[in-house]
Nanobody
Framework: QVQLVESGGGSVQAGGSLRLSCAASGSIFSVNAMGWYRRAGGNRREFVAS???????NYVDSAKGRFTISRDNAKNTVYLQMSSLKPEDTGVYYC???????????????WGQGTQVTVSS
């Protein structure tokens, strides 16, 4: 079994900051790309940021300059530092990772349970 567990969500006022964390645990052999997605209201999940095991980073345009994604490979953990938050950043943030479990060595994509971020104006 592989689990992704997020933490760090909450409520802040516009202009504030939050740091999200996501730890992958369980029967892990290796982890490749890790990232964050967001779902606002009834909309579909949208990409926010990703980072490969080698450190290659991508952001959605709205996050550039305000969000910073990083990871600790030794801990199989990815972080999302969010600054200058805006009300439109509100939503449920989901962690995503490509993981190869050690029981069959087959790459699979996993999701966390989500953590709520609410930014008030």
């Amino acid at each position: 079994q592989v689990q992704l567990v997020e933490s760090g969500g909450g409520s802040v006022q516009a202009g504030g900051s939050l740091r999200l964390s996501c730890a992958a645990s369980g029967s892990i052999f290796s982890v490749n790309a890790m990232g964050w997605y967001r779902r606002a209201g009834g909309n579909r999940r949208e990409f926010v940021a990703s980072i490969s095991s080698a450190g290659r980073i991508n952001y959605v345009d709205s996050a550039k300059g305000r969000f910073t994604i990083s990871r600790d490979n030794a801990k199989n953990t990815v972080y999302l530092q969010m600054s200058s938050l805006k009300p439109e950043d509100t939503g449920v943030y989901y962690c995503n990772a490509d993981v190869r479990p050690n029981y069959d060595m087959v790459w699979r994509n996993y999701w966390g349970q989500g953590t709520q971020v609410t930014v008030s104006s």
